[in-house]
Structures are given as structure tokens and as C-alpha cells.
């Protein structure tokens, strides 16, 4: 048992103020650090004990290996827990912990690797039979042979950077007649973007939805999966409403997907919670993606639905505890959606918004959402503000994310719209009015889902 009393939370935002509520369930002491942007920051106000690691810009605090080890010493934490985003997917603060005695609530360094690169990591995952989205992922760059490998793939196909990341260096490709414009564009912007230029081809799926599996493993080589996720809703690859469970999957290909996911974990010696990005077609087909090698933010939906805490799984896994139950002990109950509320400004092309929350508050009795215990548990707001915080520009602009549940899907999509109409936000911009048009769109209802929804049902959107 590797035990630790103290947890330093190296994020911020709504998502230190999840873990650290936790944490303190649990009974650790918490630690927040924070940039001169933040000094006054929820997640500060929140902890047990805050240490500044620099001043606003990112760079120099949140991702300042240095700064977040030097404030966990300071302040006695045996552990550090990374959020998303920042460090949490860095291999090498991961080996900077293990060399400073510190335990980092995540997998492995050499998890996080295995998975950091597209190509190499679609290479295990073919070995470990996780079905890949037809394609060419080999080492052989040459102009010449890419070309014959999309001919062969057949178009349209998608042109993706090995060393991309959020939708950098990717490239549709409709026809030969384009490939060679399109293979030096992308190389290109990978170069610029992550100092690499090799490509990976698949097929381009045309209407894909964006199904994802949440998967822990703990050090004991247990591994359970906690059921799928579908992120269809998404504007430039960036994730907008989320539910659980995906709607329309049978018993049979949630237990297949399941289990590739779990093989996937495994394959790579993996521990802690991970998720498995899939595509999946219109016909059932399903295609690995790639693995995020840390808590997503959408993480509560599966929250809702297995009535678990995914934190208190990670900080118990980091303990060196074994898995809290089984397979076979986990169940599915009910439906849930997260909306992503974002300070920023649908009319004027999603520019991020900034400037003092004069008001942020939810009011669910007014919007007869009721009083009571039962009907408080199918709404939760994780946010990282409240009335009077000052939105900055130095960060992502996402102030919170509003979770409902329900018995069903129509139950859960009606308490998100009523959730959503509570919503009183009031001195910066968001895109409350753009998720309540999505939120009550027809084919939303419907749940016609697929990547391009946004894209396809723009001028009933906007
Ligand atoms: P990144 O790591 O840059 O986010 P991903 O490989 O995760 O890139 O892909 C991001 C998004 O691009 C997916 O969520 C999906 O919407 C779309 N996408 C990726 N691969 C394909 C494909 N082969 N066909 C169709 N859409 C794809």
C-alpha cells in the first residue's frame, strides 16, 4: 500500500474543485497551486492549503514541472492528482514524480507513451486484435508509396499527423487527383505544430459516431470497463453535449466494445482510469481511435449512470487498492447528459468571452425541478466559479458543466433543458442559449447522432 495523507491538485477550474471534493470526502488533506491569474480562484478558496507556482501564463505555472514538484514538497503532499489538460498526460513530470518519491494519480509514464503516438500505438492495438478504421500506419514514408496505400484505402481519406493532438494536422482527402497538396499541407502544419512529419492515412468514416469506453485497471492486473459514452455533439472536434449510456447500442456490442477496451488498457500495462475513443458506423462496425490516458472531463455522465466515483476509484488505485467491484457488479441505471458551458460568444463565431460573473447561480425550484433530496441527485453543476470570480483570457474558457439524470432518455433530456433554463449567469458571455438549442433540436431528440451533427444542422442551430 503506497498511503499518502496530503493530495495536491495540479489543475484548476471546475476540475480541481471536483477532485479536491473528493479528496476531502476521503479524508485528505488537499493542496491547490495557482498562477498570479488565479490567486483568488475558487479551487484556492476550496483547499485545505495553496501554493503560487508562477504567474498567468500556463507555461510558467500550471506546466512548470519544477514549480508543481517544488509546491507538493513544500507542502508534504505524498501525491499529486493532474486533472486534464496540463500535465496530465506528460510522461515526463510522470518520471519526475517516481524519481521524487511523489505518487501520481495516472498510469504509468510508459502507458502514457505507448498511447502518445498514433502510429505506434495503432501498431499494439492491432496486435492486441482492437479492430483499427482501415488504413496505412507504417513507418515507410515515402511520397510514392502513401499515395498507392490512400489509393488502395480508397477515397475519401483522412490524412492525420502521427504526433497530432486536437485536431491539429488532419486533412480530408477527396480524390488522388488532391493527395499530393494535401500530404505537403499536412506535413507542413504538423511540422510546425509538433516538430514531426509523419502521417498516418485511414479510411475517412462519413458519418461516425464518436462512442468512447471508460476503463480502470488497477495494479493487481484487474481491469473492468464502466460502460460507453457517446460524443457525437461536437463543434471543430471539440466535445459540446455528452450522454451515457450511447443511445441505441445492444447488450452485444457494449460487452464487444467493452472488452476491446479492456484489451486495449491491458495491452500497454495500463493503470487508472483511461477512456478508448471509438468510431463507430452506421452498420455496428467499431474502430479504435486512440486512448486518453487520463480522467476526461466528461467523466461525471458515467458517474450518473453506474453510481460510482471515479475519482475515489483513482485515488484508491493510486493507493494501491484493488478495483472496488468487479464486472459483473457494475450496472447501467437510467440515462444522463452533460452540457459544457463555456464563457464565449456564439454570435461572434465562439470568440472566448472574459470579464466579472456578476451572478452565477442555478435556480432548480423555480424552474420545477423540486426541493427534494431524490430530485437534487438528478442535477449536479461542476463549475469552477461563482458569483463575483473574474473570467481571464489565460485559460480554457470552460466555467462548468451541468449533469442531469434521469430514468430514460426523454426523462434526462427534459431535466437537462429545465436544468439549463435555471441556469442565471449573468456579467460574461457563454453559450447557454446555443446548448438549449441543442439541447431541444428535433433531430437531437431523435438522437440522429453523428460527428457532423453541428455541421448538418447548422441552419436550425444558429
Ligand atoms: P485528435 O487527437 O487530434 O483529437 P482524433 O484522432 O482523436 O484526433 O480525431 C478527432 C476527431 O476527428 C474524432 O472525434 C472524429 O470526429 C474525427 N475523426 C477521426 N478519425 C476519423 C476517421 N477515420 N473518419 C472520420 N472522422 C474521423
Redesign the pocket.
Known amino acids: 500500500m503506497t498511503q499518502f495523507s496530503t493530495l495536491l491538485v495540479a489543475n484548476r477550474g471546475e476540475i480541481a474543485c471536483r477532485v479536491m471534493r473528493t479528496a476531502r470526502r476521503m479524508g485528505l488533506k488537499t493542496v491547490a497551486v495557482y498562477s498570479d491569474a488565479d490567486a483568488n480562484a475558487r479551487h484556492v478558496r476550496e483547499a485545505d492549503e495553496a501554493v503560487r507556482i508562477g504567474p498567468a501564463s500556463a507555461r510558467e505555472s500550471y506546466l512548470d514541472i519544477e514549480a508543481v514538484i517544488g509546491a507538493a514538497k513544500r507542502t508534504g503532499a505524498g501525491a499529486i492528482h493532474p486533472g486534464y489538460g496540463f500535465l496530465s498526460e506528460n510522461g515526463a513530470f510522470v518520471e519526475a514524480l517516481d524519481t521524487a518519491g511523489i505518487v501520481f494519480v495516472g498510469p504509468p509514464a510508459s502507458a502514457i507513451a505507448a498511447m502518445g503516438d498514433k502510429s505506434a500505438a495503432k501498431a499494439r492495438m492491432a496486435d492486441a486484435g482492437v479492430p483499427l478504421?482501415p488504413g496505412y500506419h507504417g513507418a515507410d514514408q515515402d511520397d510514392a508509396l502513401l499515395k498507392a496505400e490512400a489509393d488502395k484505402i480508397g477515397y475519401p481519406v483522412?490524412l492525420?499527423a502521427s504526433a497530432?493532438?486536437?485536431?491539429?494536422g488532419?486533412r480530408v482527402v477527396e480524390s488522388s487527383d488532391n493527395f499530393q497538396a494535401a500530404l505537403d499541407g499536412c506535413r507542413r502544419e504538423s511540422q510546425a505544430a509538433f516538430g514531426d512529419q509523419r502521417m498516418l492515412i485511414?479510411?475517412?468514416?462519413t458519418q461516425?459516431r464518436?462512442v468512447e469506453v471508460q476503463v480502470f485497471c488497477d495494479s493487481h492486473g484487474n481491469g473492468v470497463y464502466l460502460f460507453e459514452r457517446d460524443c457525437s455533439v461536437?463543434r471543430r472536434?471539440q466535445k459540446v453535449l455528452e450522454e451515457a449510456p450511447a443511445p441505441g447500442m445492444s447488450e452485444g456490442l457494449r460487452r464487444e466494445m467493452g472488452a476491446a477496451a479492456v484489451r486495449a488498457a491491458k495491452e500497454i500495462g495500463y493503470v487508472g482510469a483511461g477512456t478508448v475513443?471509438f468510431?463507430l458506423d452506421a452498420d455496428g462496425s467499431f474502430y479504435f481511435?486512440?486512448m486518453n490516458t487520463r480522467l476526461q472531463v466528461e467523466h461525471p455522465v458515467t458517474e450518473m449512470i453506474t453510481g460510482q466515483d471515479l475519482v475515489e476509484w483513482q485515488l484508491r488505485v493510486a493507493m494501491g487498492e484493488a478495483l472496488p467491484c468487479t464486472q459483473d457488479e457494475l450496472t447501467i441505471t437510467g440515462h444522463s447528459f452533460e452540457a459544457r458551458l463555456y464563457a464565449e460568444d456564439p454570435e461572434q463565431d465562439f470568440l472566448p468571452a472574459t470579464g466579472r460573473l456578476e451572478r452565477f447561480a442555478m435556480d432548480l425550484e423555480g424552474a420545477g425541478l423540486g426541493s427534494s433530496q431524490k430530485d437534487r441527485a438528478k442535477v449536479r453543476l461542476d463549475s469552477g466559479v461563482e458569483t463575483g470570480d473574474v473570467v481571464s483570457m489565460h485559460y480554457d474558457p470552460m466555467l462548468a458543466k451541468l449533469i442531469v439524470h434521469g430514468d430514460d432518455r426523454e426523462q434526462a433530456l427534459a431535466t437537462l433543458n429545465r436544468a439549463l433554463a435555471a441556469l442565471d449567469v449573468q456579467g460574461v458571455v457563454t453559450n447557454r442559449a446555443f446548448l438549449q438549442r441543442l439541447a431541444t433540436h428535433p433531430a437531437f431528440r431523435n438522437a440522429e447522432l453523428d460527428?457532423r451533427f453541428i455541421e448538418k444542422n447548422e441552419a436550425t442551430l444558429f
Do not use: C, W
Request: proline letters at 5%.
Open positions: 478504421v483522412l492525420k497530432g493532438g486536437g485536431g491539429k488532419m485511414e479510411k475517412y468514416l461516425p464518436h461536437q472536434h475513443e468510431l481511435m486512440e460527428t
